[in-house]
């Protein structure tokens, strides 16, 4: 297993390296910041532009900018803002906290519904709580996230005035992020549960499972759940990956102050080191997340850890 | 109805639970669009900056909510030696928010450090260079040295970089300190600061000013207008600095809100690119500003929240022609000039602005609608903003016309005119008018205030005579704000300075 883990972490390492370059690359195709921070300085001259690109290092080549930001990755340093200096490192520690408890909770909140309904629908297959639910989860599925946020924002805070409407004021500000991106998920998941669990409901080990008397609940749950478990767990790793782009538009709408609002607000600032360290960030983490994933699979499945 | 009356009363308790959802007492809250990220007065030049900066520090002058300058930490102002020197007798007793005494060294640090190294690194230096050095001649006195004459001086110390700061306290705390921790002599102290999320400040008691009449101001940052404007409705936020048009009359018809709009700084035009194809010919382009009904555009598509222009600059702008009437709607007069113009019904040209923006999207559509009525045929191409702004005008890359922006802070045609006019301006990549280059400079060389009236006026004459552009519209300044809090003195520029303010 620990050959197998070190190809994995050797793999990510990798992936990291790419994925930094090229952010670094393609930021720096999106503008110049010194006209950006320059923003309606009256008649400002090409010399005042150039004291500014220089006092943010930006007069270096690409890649002397690039070799300083992995050089203080090694370090833990993130560079610091151009708006305004503040270390990117502390921005995104403030930021991190908040972008993963709303990641985490709209995957809670989606596992929770979306697998017991899965299970309904597989049961009863082509029935009427099938169709229903299957219609409920193609309805879930046709909303725009940034849709889905305003309604539920003009429902919940302003009809009937229950949540913040944006920002952090306790945990209450985290239901309506969390519900928005746990309705857009679990559209989905319902749909991949319900065919797991339809494959695995029709091989014979389940028959013999049920031939041998045992009730619905442990053939279902014990025998068939586990079962259709690695799927799943993959489809959910992969979609981690999609949670953290969905989020950026979610957190934007409710002004969560996590990571999404900060890459957004960097690309719209052209605030280069603040989108290095925050794209940096989401990719180790679903670099992380697929890492353990594959993990899991050898947990689950000892044959996939010989391979 | 009934299920509406259930879940409001089956979650009163929720709701209390919201409960931030109330104010504490005495505290007024601001919604900004964007956090500027420090608070150095050399740092940035940002509208979001402006809007706090003003209740931190103060300037030697300031400005009313009105836009007039009135003595700030100066009482009075001279000019000596042939106007190459003010003389400025400084206020006395002010303290900066630390303790430490305000005098003229504090002034002399602050230019010496604005037009010095630490300057360089912002966008401020540019707007003071005309100053030479700053002198003291007492504690209570300071002469400014001008390099030339520069007649928006006045209006640039009322603001921005021209703020006084502490030099005891940014010499042994550092300017990164400063920036996160700020200490001026301004009517509201420094209390906390949350990058990206929020700004706390409480009032200085001591202000030479009179107290503020609330204890507490915060400002939270929300970039998103539709986002503003929900906080307001849901009554967390007392003033939004940006809410979408479209909200404009929902938020009008709630007892607890208003709207409040007036002429703002920000104006729009169509800029034409005079060097390529039919746009060099001067009848083509007068034929263009003709098509064009721009009344009908603000009324549609801004809901009225604008202005027609004549040149480009608002209404409060100095230099201001009331006299100078924008071209009127008339299509028969286009089409009459395009022919003898000899331009081809359904020729083509491209319209470059800013895609982002859904506003502008929709008068541009409307644009090129009025000028197919003419036979000319517009593309219209969207870029991303940066990508127009640092790629495509200032090398001359647009197409024959290009939507042009701008802020005008100091609320001054000088400011608009010399960086769209002069010749390789970053902003006029295509006139090179020898006329206009002599007018702009003679205005800019004078303190004589009638004499730049009257050639900023001759100015906008002359650049409407060639039809430069099609001027558009100045958009209004619009605020939405919560009606339990009074005596705002919303600023047309954004720039706040809630010292009389009240909440209930």
């Known amino acids: 297993m620990s050959g197998f883990v070190l190809k994995r972490v050797l793999q990510a ?43 943010l290092g930006l007069d270096q080549p690409f890649l002397v900018q690039y070799g300083a930001f992995l050089r203080g990755l090694l370090h833990g340093d993130f560079g610091k803002s151009f708006m305004g200096g503040t270390p990117v490192a502390q921005l995104i520690g403030d930021a991190l906290p908040a972008t993963l408890s709303l990641a985490g909770l709209s995957l809670l909140l989606s596992v929770l519904v979306s697998v017991p309904l899965g299970i309904q629908a597989a049961i009863h297959q082509g029935k009427g709580t099938d169709q229903f639910i299957r219609i409920i989860s193609l309805v879930g599925l046709s909303f725009p996230n940034f849709w889905l946020a305003i309604m539920l924002v003009l429902l919940l805070s302003i009809t009937f005035p229950l949540l913040p409407p944006s920002g952090w004021d306790g945990p209450l500000s985290l239901v309506m992020p969390a519900l928005t991106m746990a309705i857009i998920l679990s559209a989905t998941n319902v749909r991949l549960v319900r065919t797991a669990m339809l494959e695995t409901l029709s091989a014979q080990y389940i028959m013999v499972a049920r031939a041998k008397g045992l009730s619905e609940r442990i053939v279902l749950y014990k025998h068939a759940l586990r079962n259709c478990a690695i799927p799943l767990i993959t489809y959910i790793g992969l979609q981690f990956g999609n949670l953290i782009g969905g989020i950026v538009v979610v957190e934007k709408v409710f002004n969560w102050p996590g990571l999404g609002t900060l890459a957004f607000d960097a690309i719209s600032g052209r605030d280069y080191p603040v989108l290095q360290g925050t794209v940096t960030v989401l990719s180790l983490i679903i670099v992380l997340v697929n890492l353990l994933v594959d993990m899991a699979y050898g947990l689950v499945d000892p044959r996939i850890r010989s391979k | 109805m009934k299920l509406k009356a259930l879940l409001a009363s089956g979650t009163i308790a929720l709701a209390c639970l919201a409960a931030p959802a109330s104010h504490a007492a005495g505290t ?282 004549a040149s480009f600059q608002g209404t409060l702008s100095f230099g201001n022609d009331p006299a100078l009437k924008p071209l009127p709607f008339n299509p028969k007069e286009a089409m009459a000039l395009l022919k003898k113009a000899g331009v081809k019904p359904g020729t083509q040209i491209q319209l470059d602005f800013r895609g982002p923006d859904s506003n502008f999207r929709e008068v541009a559509q409307a644009v090129a609608g009025y000028l197919q009525a003419v036979g000319i045929t517009v593309t219209l191409k969207p870029y991303e903003t940066n990508v127009l702004l640092n790629d495509i005008i200032p090398n001359g890359k647009t197409g024959e016309m ?103």
């Not at chain 2, 006084?164 to 009517?187: C, D, L, Q, R, W």
């Open chain 2, 402 to 504: 290009w939507q042009n922006q701008w802020g005008g802070w100091t609320f001054d045609y000088d400011n608009t005119a010399y960086a769209m006019y002069y010749t390789k301006q970053r902003w006029n990549p295509f006139d090179d008018d020898a006329k206009l280059n002599a007018l702009l400079h003679q205005q800019r060389n004078t303190w004589d205030q009638a004499a730049r009236k009257d050639t900023l006026q001759e100015i906008a004459r002359y650049v409407a005579d060639q039809s430069l552009e099609m001027p558009l519209y100045s958009l209004n300044t619009v605020y939405g704000i919560n009606k339990r809090a009074k005596d705002l003195a919303l600023p047309a520029d954004g720039r706040f300075r809630f010292v009389d303010a009240r909440v209930d």
């Open chain 2, 28 to 309: 007024l809250t601001v919604a900004l669009h964007q956090d500027p990220g420090n608070w150095d007065p050399v740092a940035t030049f940002l509208v979001s900056w402006g809007a706090v900066g003003s209740q931190i520090f103060d300037g030697l002058i300031m400005r009313t909510p009105d836009m007039k300058l009135v003595p700030g930490l100066a009482t009075k102002w001279e000019f000596l030696d042939k106007n190459t020197k003010i003389r400025f007798t400084l206020r006395q007793g002010v303290k900066f928010h630390d303790g430490e005494p305000f005098d003229a060294d504090a002034v002399k640090f602050t230019f010496d450090r604005l037009l010095g190294d630490e300057g360089k690194k912002g966008p401020q230096q540019s707007n003071y260079t005309s100053i030479d050095k700053v002198v003291v001649v007492n504690p209570t006195t300071v002469d400014f040295i001008m390099k030339s004459p520069d007649p928006v001086l006045l209006t640039k110390l009322a603001g921005y970089g021209a703020m006084i700061v502490p030099p005891k306290y940014v010499k042994e705390k550092g300017s990164e300190y400063f920036g996160a921790h700020p200490v001026g002599t301004g009517p509201f102290k420094f209390v906390e600061y949350k990058p990206k999320i929020s700004l706390a400040l409480e009032k200085n008691a001591a202000y030479w000013g009179g107290s503020p009449k609330v204890d507490n101001l915060t400002y939270r940052f929300i970039a998103e207008p539709a986002t503003q404007a929900a906080e307001l409705q849901a009554g967390r936020v007392d003033v939004a600095n940006q809410i979408p048009l479209a909200m404009v009359d929902t938020i009008k018809k709630d007892p607890k809100l208003a709207v409040v709009s007036m002429d703002g700084p920000v104006a729009l035009a169509l800029r034409y690119n005079t060097k390529r194809g039919i746009m060099q010919n001067r009848d083509v382009r007068k034929a263009l500003t003709l098509a064009v009904d721009r009344d009908a555009i603000i009324k549609s598509v801004l809901l009225g929240q604008a202005k027609p222009i």
């Open chain 1, 13 to 55: 390492a990798f992936v990291l390296l790419v994925v930094t370059l090229f952010v670094s690359y393609a930021v720096r195709l999106t503008g110049d910041p010194a006209i950006m921070l320059a923003q309606g300085a009256g008649s400002v001259t090409e010399q005042d532009l150039a004291n500014i690109r220089k006092g």
